[in-house]
């Protein structure tokens, strides 16, 4: 595979879309330096721990001690702090925190990665037709996505959640894809952009390759890197995301263990109780972590020269 | 002073006023005409002190009253108080183009008049026992002179009525809204200058932070402390906690009418055997001790404990979860496998628990009762409801028939206005939990005690 | 460039117009209105029914939706039942106290990413360098409520140096001299900015050290070594004045997180602004003034990305020859 020519100064990227609104991401994290010698150690350990969380979220019930929602004796073992019987204490249904963040994973990150392949899927499809189509149709889209992106998602997301509650996992997922794939489309149409720019494309165009298979075979091979990468570090986001509205208590419907709506359990009596923030904090935290390091040591091991590229929160 | 609380006040307006917020607001700006006493006793007029009223006479017949105002009496612009104010407030309270929030409980009042400046005469359509406390404790007195010019339709969204121009011992200094409230002493008012300056209200919707405000001195008071961080209030050297008891009960209800039909008996509800065995699965008790600690108190029956007439010999439904089982059984509920949600000709006995979001204490209790009917076979699904506010299913039973939601609690007067149905749904069933913000008493269903049941 | 200006600004007017529709229709769609929470539960039927028709929640959407439209191009934004304020009036309370909690943000969070940054390149791969990527990516990584929380907790009741919350005193505040006022609101304003500036440090920082790193190699900073300019030197005065350019882009293109942001942060901290004042309207089902606040977030961001394109253009001589 020919290695992506990416418009990097945002000067160049004015040229190729005519916008400057069109630089693709404002929150970009950090990478680890030194790319060259390091990053295959940052990109193995961030995929080990993700693969281990997978692996916990799949075996969940043969990992945990209890039944997530099971409420042990409501008064005589309501929030007990760590223990040996409880590793990670008991929360104030006395159900096992530590089978509760087991299961939490499962929530968090299915509802993370389904959301982020909706988004991946919808803003691919969106920005290979304008990119392919190019012309009128390309401005249009092209305006109608400077609308969606300007509208505040988190805003949008609980007000949509919070006037619609209770909403089902299912369509938590839908709502949370749906308002994210604008960034991925952005990000794909510029690569159609350029690739049909280079030689083979032209080409190819040229021998009277139709043009659907010149997306097929030249364009999506290209575009698929930047959009597992963007992905990565959208289920990062996600995670986040719905840890928040979690937070707000528009999340995952009781008594389903998320690790937000056990950070929410929590989230009130931090001072006291804190055991039961705490531990899915931590798991947010660590997980969101491992995926940004992921995310950003792929990026930069599959292209060095690569600046933005990502998703906005 | 400065009081956290959650969330801003809507209104300050009496007539439209509903939130707990702007009631503590409205109690301090506007007066009403008598007060009730400590003793909460609402039958005739004995329990009641003057307050804007100094005096006031019975008709022979009993079917009027006549007030007489305090002549010292001024409004905060400096306006007397007349007899045409009282008349007034009773002509926006029960008009409604106004919507008042109360019109249906003072119903029994057939018009007030003018007898001279400042006595205004209330006529009753009939005798009724509380027939005083209707009038005196649901309308506030507000000025005639502010608010007469402005159409009454328009009064809901004119700005004069967040001036909060009354009578009562403080006057409104500034409302910036929902960030602060504040309210200060009325110097020359008729009762006296009230003993504290200034008093705040902050509105900080995090409770955490409301919490940590209170601890540091930001704030002073906080109305409600969980259980559980009582300890940190207690280990501080400026804050105490002072616990009171609440005139609030809560309890489950049931939905007994079917949703499309109001006139057939629910099918999981509608029968009575189903009813005990759902009561006789909650281990009350224990579900008390988890939410409350030590400060919650059974309930038996519809009244809070706190009440003289609370009647503590009522028979109860034990907890038993294997009779429970028994009675569920023979009422043609089984279970297909062990363990599996009960069926009863293919139905599953499966219905949705209706919670306010904004109530922890609610919120507990959903999730304490759909685990210990899970354990009898029951499939509870919870539906947290956004803040005060209720969704559409709930709009379908209030609107398509209102028969199931009208209950009368004027018997347990004072708590009356406290009750906010939370509920159900249009597939089934209720759960009805009033609204409370301090927790000592407490319940949760008894049978037959469905406040939205339309069956006696 | 007057042209290029020209296209711009009607971009944005279409796309602030695409916001409002898209808004209006995703919030009204939701069932119920206005009046029909349990607050109001006395309120008799067709007092209800009576008050939707004042205020035309009965209609059908579409004419709800022109009404909405030719009010908005009036400038009323609607009524907000919670309120009992109009929408307009409530947005211009607590707009600017949103604007400064963000532009004391972005402010922190450019110095911060910037110095960050130019320091990471000046350092490029030393421990110290790997470090500070580590430490802001962390930052990055946890969510934002959680990081107020802590912060909140941290300092404003541990070790109580900044006050729990909320945007002044609320006892002492209308007694204090202007600067005591200045003072009051500044000391209010440090925990709730940090954090809204930590979260979106991390990018900029990033951001920043790859532009020096890509401006570092060209011509004119080899000239400039190669006169003996000293490699601090060289980093401060030239390459940074270059790879700032970029950042400005970026700046305006962080808005929607720092709105997103600041709706978990207003909250944790009562910091009475936008997000503060949006999470009570959509627990008072106050559709109004939901949908106002959503519509002026997408205008605070609309008009941040107009104004730092406008900003690169200005900066930028190919676009200024247009």
């Not at chain 2, 109001?262 to 939410?291: C, E, W, Y």
């Not at chain 2, 009356?416 to 159900?424: D, E, G, S, W, Y």
């Not at chain 3, 070594?225 to 060289?234: D, F, Q």
Request: with cysteine; net charge positive; proline share 6%.
């Amino acid at each position: 595979m020919q290695p992506p020519i990416r418009v990097s100064a945002p000067a160049e990227r004015l040229a190729a879309s005519g916008l400057a609104s069109a630089v693709t991401s404002a929150q970009i994290p950090p990478d680890e330096p030194a790319r060259a010698r390091r990053t295959p150690t940052a990109l193995w350990w961030s995929l080990a721990f993700i693969v281990l969380l997978c692996l916990i979220a799949l075996f969940a019930p043969l990992l945990a001690p209890y039944s997530p929602n099971e409420q042990l004796d409501i008064v005589g073992l309501k929030t007990r702090p760590p223990s040996f019987a409880h590793p990670l204490g008991t929360d104030q249904y006395s159900r096992d925190l530590l089978s509760r963040l087991l299961f939490g994973a499962r929530i968090s990150l299915s509802v993370a990665m389904l959301a982020v392949l909706l988004s991946a899927t919808v803003g691919t499809a969106y920005g290979l037709v304008a990119g392919y189509l190019g012309g009128r149709v390309d401005a249009i889209m092209m305006r109608l996505l400077d609308a969606c992106l300007s509208i505040p998602r988190v805003l949008l997301l609980v007000a949509l959640l919070a006037l619609w509650s209770p909403v089902p996992l299912g369509a938590l997922i839908a709502i949370i894809g749906f308002t994210g794939w604008f960034e991925v489309s952005r990000l794909v149409r510029a690569e159609v952009l350029s690739v049909m720019q280079r030689d083979y494309a032209l080409a190819a165009r040229a021998l009277g390759t139709p043009g659907l298979r010149i997306v097929w075979r030249h364009v999506l091979p290209n575009v698929l890197t930047p959009v597992f990468v963007a992905a990565t570090l959208g289920v990062a986001n996600v995670i986040i995301l719905e840890a928040g509205l979690s937070y707000l208590g528009i999340g995952a419907r009781a008594p389903t263990a998320s690790w937000g709506s056990i950070f929410f359990d929590g989230s009130d009596a931090f001072q006291t109780t804190w055991w039961i923030a705490l531990f899915p904090g931590l798991a947010i935290i660590m997980t969101v972590l491992a995926f940004n390091v992921f995310g950003t040591a792929l990026r930069d091991a599959l292209d060095p020269h690569q600046l933005a590229g990502g998703d906005a929160r | 002073m400065a009081i956290s609380v959650p969330a801003d006040a809507a209104t300050i307006f009496p007539p439209h006023v509903f939130d707990q917020v702007g009631r503590a607001v409205q109690d301090q700006l506007f007066d009403r005409l008598a007060d009730i006493s400590d003793d909460l006793n609402t039958i005739g007029d004995k329990g009641f002190k003057p307050r804007l009223a100094d005096r006031w006479e019975w008709s022979r017949d009993s079917l009027s009253v006549a007030f007489h105002i305090n002549p010292r009496a001024r409004w905060h612009d400096g306006q007397p108080v007349r007899a045409s104010d009282v008349r007034y407030s009773y002509r926006i309270f029960t008009d409604p183009k106004v919507g008042s929030n109360v019109t249906s409980e003072i119903s029994t009042i057939d018009s007030v008049s003018v007898r001279d400046s400042l006595t205004a005469v209330v006529w009753y359509k009939q005798k009724r026992p509380e027939a005083f406390y209707d009038f005196v404790y649901q309308i506030y007195i507000v000025p005639e002179h502010v608010y007469k010019d402005i159409p009454p339709e328009q009064l809901r969204t004119s700005d004069v009525t967040r001036k909060g121009i009354g009578s009562g011992q403080f006057r409104l200094a500034r409302w910036d809204a929902g960030q602060r409230l504040e309210i200060v002493a009325d110097t020359a008012n008729y009762r006296g200058r009230p003993k504290l300056d200034r008093v705040v209200w902050s509105m900080v919707p995090d409770a955490g932070a409301a919490l940590a405000q209170l601890l540091n001195g930001q704030a002073d008071f906080l109305e409600f402390v969980p259980p559980d961080q009582l300890r940190l209030v207690d280990s501080s050297k400026a804050d105490r906690t002072l616990p009171y008891p609440s005139l609030q009960y809560a309890f489950l209800g049931f939905n007994l009418v079917d949703a499309k039909d109001a006139t057939r008996p629910h099918s999981i509800f509608g029968d009575r055997q189903v009813r005990r065995a759902l009561s006789m699965a909650l281990d009350r008790k224990a579900m008390l001790q988890n939410v409350y600690g030590t400060f919650g108190r059974m309930s038996y029956g519809p009244f809070p404990r706190s009440l003289s007439y609370a009647d503590t010999t009522l028979h109860l439904l034990p907890y038993d979860v294997n009779a429970a089982k028994v009675l569920l059984d023979s009422a043609g509920w089984r279970e297909p496998s062990p363990g599996a949600v009960r069926q009863k000709n293919g139905r599953p006995l499966r219905f949705s628990l209706t919670l306010p979001l904004s109530s922890r204490p609610r919120v507990a209790f959903g999730v304490l009762i759909q685990e210990q009917l899970r354990r009898i076979g029951a499939q509870v699904d919870l539906d947290q409801v956004q803040g005060k506010y209720m969704r559409r299913a709930f709009q379908l039973q209030i609107d398509d028939a209102p028969a199931v939601w009208l209950y009368d609690l004027s018997t347990v007067a004072g708590i009356q206005r406290r009750i906010h149905p939370t509920v159900l749904r249009a597939d089934g069933w209720s759960i009805h939990l009033p609204d409370w913000t301090i927790p000592p008493n407490e319940r949760i269903a008894r049978d037959r005690v469905g406040l939205g049941g339309a069956t006696p | 460039m007057r042209r290029y200006v020209a296209a711009r600004v009607g971009q944005s007017l279409i796309v602030v117009l695409l916001v409002t529709t898209v808004s209006f229709f995703l919030i009204r769609l939701a069932p119920g209105d206005p009046f029909s929470f349990a607050g109001e539960m006395a309120m008799n039927p067709a007092v209800r029914d009576r008050l939707r028709a004042q205020f035309g929640y009965n209609r059908p959407m579409v004419e709800q939706f022109v009404l909405f439209v030719g009010n908005v191009a009036r400038g009323r934004l609607g009524y907000s039942h919670s309120m009992h304020r109009y929408v307009g009036d409530v947005i211009v309370d607590v707009l600017p106290r949103t604007l400064l909690l963000m532009s004391v943000a972005l402010l922190l969070s450019f110095v911060i990413g910037v110095a960050v940054g130019a320091l990471q390149a000046l350092r490029r791969g030393t421990w110290l360098d790997r470090m500070l990527s580590s430490v802001l990516l962390a930052f990055y990584s946890i969510p934002d409520f959680w990081l107020a929380l802590m912060a909140l907790l941290a300092l404003g009741y541990w070790v109580p140096i900044f006050p729990a919350g909320g945007m002044v005193d609320q006892i002492m505040h209308d007694y204090m001299s202007l600067g005591g006022r200045i003072r009051d609101v500044a000391a209010h304003l440090v925990l709730p900015a940090i954090t809204l500036a930590l979260l979106s440090a991390a990018g900029i920082a990033r951001y920043q050290r790859d532009a020096l790193l890509d401006v570092l190699p060209q011509d004119f900073v080899r000239t400039a070594r190669a006169k003996g300019v000293g490699e601090r030197m060289i980093v401060l005065k030239h390459a940074l004045r270059n790879a700032l350019l970029p950042v400005i882009t970026l700046l305006g293109l962080s808005l929607p997180s720092l709105v997103g942001g600041a709706f978990f942060i207003e909250k944790v901290f009562a910091w009475p602004g936008m997000g503060y004042v949006a999470a009570n309207a959509i627990a008072s089902r106050d559709y109004d003034l939901v949908t106002g606040t959503v519509i002026a977030g997408g205008i605070v961001v609309t008009l941040g990305s107009l104004l730092a394109d406008l900003l690169y253009a200005a900066a930028d001589p190919r676009l200024r020859a247009r």
